[in-house]
Structure formats: C-alpha cells, structure tokens
C-alpha cells in the first residue's frame, strides 16, 4: 500500500484545426493518504478521468509531478508504477477464461530467464493433465493458488472455466476487479466501473466494491460522475470542474459546507435550491419578503465584507404546511405544487414560490396528501440557509 500525491499536476492537449490548446488540467494539487479511499466526481469532460491516466502512466504530464509512496512515478512505464486500473469497458480478454483473465497481470509481472519461462510455460500448458505427466513450477502454482484466494474472495469460483461472453454484467465486473486485485497493487484506480450496470446491480456492487477496499486497506483512486456513488463510497471527495479542484472533503462536509455555488449544486439530490437575496439586518429579503436567519448566520454576515448575492437551502430544510400556515406564520412562502415524485419512503415536490415565480423543490412525508395544483406555504429553516456571494464563494 501507499500514499498518492499530485504535485500542481497540468496536461494540455494541443490545438487542433488552427483553434487554441485545451488545457484539462489546471494545476491539480491533491494528496491521497495511504489505505484511503478516494473519489474524484465532476461533470463530463472537468478532467477526472485524464487524472486517473495521468496516475496510471497511460498519459504524460505537461507539468508538475505525480508520486506514489513519495516517490515520483513520471518517468516510470504503467508497468512499473505498482498501480492497477479498473476500466469502464471492463477490458477483458475475451478469449481466455476467467481463470486465465485473473492470471494475466501474474504471469507479466516480473521478467524471467529462457528456461524459466519454458518451465512455466509447459507447466501451465500441462495444468489440466494427469498428476504424473504435468511439469511443475513454483511460480505456477503460486499463481493458480493466488487465482483461487481472489474468486473465493469475488464469489467467482464456479465460473474459472467460463468465457467473458458467457458472463452477466456485474460478474464481467467482478472479473475486472479481481485482476487487479490478484496483482496486490499499491493502489487501485477505478475509472467508472458501475456504469455499464443496471440500478439494482450497481447498488449492490457499489457495496462489494466499499466492503472490498475497507477488507483489503489498498488506496483507492475512483471516478464517477454519479454524486450518489461519490456519497456512499468514499472516504474523501475530490469535486473537479473545468479542470480546477473545487474542494477536497468528507461526504457530510461536502453536503452541508459546500465552499461554492458549484459544488452546492453538484453535491446532494436535489440539487440545493438556489434563490437570489439581499441580506438586512434581521434576516434576507427574498423577493421583496423578508425571512429571518438565525444568529450564527447573522453573525458570520456581520463579519464579511463581499455583499451576499445569492441564498441557498436545502429540500430537507424547507417545511410544509397548508396555506393557512403562512398566516399564521410571517416566515412561510406561497407556493403552488407544479410536480410530485413519489419515491415510496418520501415525496419529492415541486413547488413554484408566488412571489418571483422561483422553482424549489421540497421533500416531504410520503402520507402527506398533497396532489398537483395545491396551494402550499413553505417555511424554510432559518439556520440552514447557504450564503453566496457576487462570486459564488461560501
């Protein structure tokens, strides 16, 4: 295991039909402690996968460097950086079996003199033969044992003999996995890997592959751009977007301290319910009616000196009541329901604020009876709001 470092990482791709270069990556500076598990998430194209190649050797650095257990891998080929990579398309030799798909990075992973290799060569050849004519080798058997620890570990056991084109999905998957996990590698890259699979599978190997990484404590480096497997796998977040770290953090610090309007709005489903604002001295005025902070929040506005722009709140932090609440309670706001997703444990609402015509959605108890067209009052909690400003910053 090891400890993986980006040291002000660029890459750029050079310009194509007389247009300017593309630059993916914009001086990444990222530190992944060993046994960690990692998650990079951004949009398409924000440069996570270009990372994860850069990590592997499969491209070249156009500055800084990359280090792997503090030692530089720049100048080292993909074969010698003890890594292991994982791919979208699974990458499976569809001619060899199962066994021999999990042995291929074993019997490539250290040169070997002209007769050792014959040796080793005759002895796999002669694997399926009686006792008596097989040619034994040490590293052989040492490889079949390995083999059969890593489908005992993947349940993959009663399908060594099978092809990929005989294999479900999630079992290709766990092919793939079980690869680069026979190698025993310093650390693991996983570049989208659940992609492929329908929704019921890709939650269940979503928790094979967690429940994989914490038994075998290797760093793990893994790309999504789903924010659900991000939240539910990784021990730290890594949110890119236009080739920029964003911010580095746990799940929860992620979801309830977004650093900026990006990542408020990437992190979390529903996305956080973004409203222009203009701060007073009680509270926000949120299209031209005023609603209360709670006094941390008016204290941290007392402190800053940028004017806040922007008002930002969670679906889970806006209440919901008849209309008559809003009477009753100056801090509602009139809202008209425009859409309800029903998700069997909760209601997701979409409701449409009378004043300014704003779009929020809200979640709400699956029993509460509310069907398209009902008038609302939405009460926001006035210690969860987000403050932005003119820039996007937290």
Not at 10 to 15: S, T
Not at 58 to 69: A, P, Q, R, T
Request: with cysteine; charged share 20%.
């Amino acid at each position: 295991m090891a400890s993986v470092e980006f040291r002000h990482c660029r890459k750029a791709y050079p310009a194509r039909a007389g247009g300017a270069a593309t630059e993916v990556l914009k001086g990444i500076d990222l530190t992944v402690a060993d046994g960690e598990f990692l998650v990079l998430v951004g949009p398409s194209g924000c440069g996570k996968t270009t990372l994860l190649r850069l990590l592997a050797g499969l491209e070249s650095l156009g500055g800084g460097d990359v280090l792997v257990g503090g030692r530089s891998v720049q100048h080292l080929s993909p074969a010698q950086r003890n890594v292991a990579m994982v791919f979208q398309s699974y990458a499976l030799y569809p001619h060899l079996s199962v066994a021999q798909n999990l042995a291929f990075g074993l019997r490539r992973s250290r040169p070997r003199r002209g007769l050792r290799r014959i040796q080793d060569g005759l002895a796999h050849c002669t694997a399926p033969w009686p006792g008596p004519l097989r040619v034994h080798s040490r590293r052989e058997a040492a490889i079949q044992q390995r083999v059969q620890e890593v489908a005992a570990l993947l349940d993959l056991g009663h399908l060594l003999e099978r092809r990929p084109r005989e294999l479900s999905g999630g079992q290709k998957q766990r092919v793939a996995l079980g690869r680069a996990i026979a190698r025993q590698p310093a650390v693991f890259l996983m570049d989208e890997p659940l992609s492929n699979l329908d929704a019921k599978l890709r939650g269940e190997t979503r928790l094979a592959i967690a429940h994989l990484q914490k038994t075998l404590g290797t760093t793990t480096v893994y790309v999504t751009h789903d924010q659900v497997e991000a939240m539910t796998m990784g021990h730290r977040i890594a949110v890119l977007h236009h080739g920029a770290l964003q911010q580095v953090g746990t799940p929860r610090q992620l979801y309830n301290q977004p650093v900026n309007l990006f990542v408020a709005q990437f992190i979390g489903h529903p996305p956080m319910n973004l409203l222009p604002a203009i701060p007073t001295p009680t509270g926000l005025m949120l299209d031209g009616q005023a609603l209360p902070l709670s006094e941390r929040l008016r204290a941290a506005l007392a402190q800053r000196s940028s004017p806040v722009t922007t008002a930002g709140i969670r679906a889970e932090a806006l209440h919901v009541g008849a209309p008559r609440d809003q009477v009753s309670t100056p801090n509602g706001l009139a809202a008209t329901v425009v859409a309800v997703e029903a998700l069997g444990h909760e209601q997701l609402l979409g409701c449409r604020l009378t004043a300014g015509q704003r779009l929020v959605q809200v979640r709400a108890a699956a029993d509460l009876p509310v069907r398209l067209g009902d008038n609302l009052a939405v009460t926001p909690d006035p210690d969860a709001w987000h403050l932005f400003d003119s820039r996007g910053k937290a």
